[in-house]
């Protein structure tokens, strides 16, 4: 009896679930997926969508460039020279954090932005008609990179220029005796030295030197004032003493009389042709 009360029961249950089940799935609203070709285009601003993509060679350049820039602010323009004698006269007063380093640095970048200021106006002159033409609409293809490459060789020659005019005919001439004898044959024939190969090293090494010869001259009355001191308080007996206590308050009284800094920035200035 048992068992059959089981059976009645359950078949009871499931005459009574189909209809319930049947209805749910007919009341179940339909989804539509969505093609794929329906879905909305995505796209960055700026970045070529139609196949404009730069040149690989031409992006490299680019980049390379971008990459320089820095180094090339630093060697190739009155910056590093500045620098060098900028902090050459606060080691030879003695203090070695006043002016600081960040102060140096801004004080070489702005005497720099005013000596190349001629020059930079020249390379805007020569890159102006290509500046001024069709630029392209967009960030990355392969008709920026295109522009940014003809700007460079345009203006290329007015800092050619003044390297040169600011470039040790000695260091011209060995540099160029050493591409001679180093530089492949084929290569080295058709060299000059007013090519960017020769006048680059040339630039720098002559700036080095100029730099460091105003540093031995902006050395010698600062060297002399110590002398002087050390051998007062040595004939003083008075060895505890350190000679810098009484040597740097001199060093700066001198530099203010003479107006000093003024004096060495138009000489900085002046030096550059």
């Given amino acids: 009896m048992r068992r059959l009360f089981s059976l009645l029961l359950l078949a009871s249950l499931l005459t009574t679930s189909l209809p319930l089940c049947a209805q749910d799935q007919a009341t179940t609203p339909e989804t539509t997926v969505q093609p794929a070709t329906e879905q909305a285009e995505f796209s960055i601003p700026g970045i070529p969508t139609d196949g404009d993509y730069p040149n690989i060679t031409s ?9 320089l820039l820095p180094f090339i602010i ?15 006269l606060r080691s030879a007063l003695g203090v070695q954090q006043t002016p600081p380093n960040q102060v140096i640095n801004g004080i070489a970048l702005l005497l720099t932005v005013y000596v190349m200021f001629p ?17 392209p609409s967009k960030l990355i293809s392969a008709s920026s990179a295109g522009v940014v490459i003809a700007v460079m060789q345009a203006s290329t020659e007015p800092l050619r220029q003044f390297l040169i005019r600011n470039s040790s005919s000695k260091h011209l001439n060995g540099f160029f005796k050493l591409a001679k004898k180093s530089f492949p044959e084929d290569v080295a024939v058709q060299m000059t030295e007013h090519d960017l190969i020769i006048v680059i090293p040339a630039f720098i090494t002559s700036q080095i030197k100029a730099a460091f010869e105003i540093g031995v001259l902006i050395y010698l009355p600062f060297f002399v004032i110590d002398l002087v001191t050390s051998n007062i308080l040595l004939a003083m007996q008075m060895m505890m003493l350190s000679p810098l206590s009484i040597s740097l308050p001199l060093k700066l009284l001198l530099v203010v009389m003479i107006d000093g800094w003024t004096i060495l920035v138009q000489g900085l200035v002046l030096s550059f042709n």
Avoid: C, E
Avoid at 59 to 67: D, N, R
Avoid at 120 to 134: E, F, R, S, T
């Fill in 74 to 88: 630093m060697l190739l323009t009155s910056f590093m020279k500045m620098v060098i004698t900028l902090a050459l």
């Fill in 119 to 135: 020059t930079g106006m020249q390379m805007y002159q020569n890159a102006k008609p290509i500046l001024d033409g069709n630029l």
């Fill in 59 to 67: 992006q490299a350049a680019v980049i390379v460039f971008l990459t």
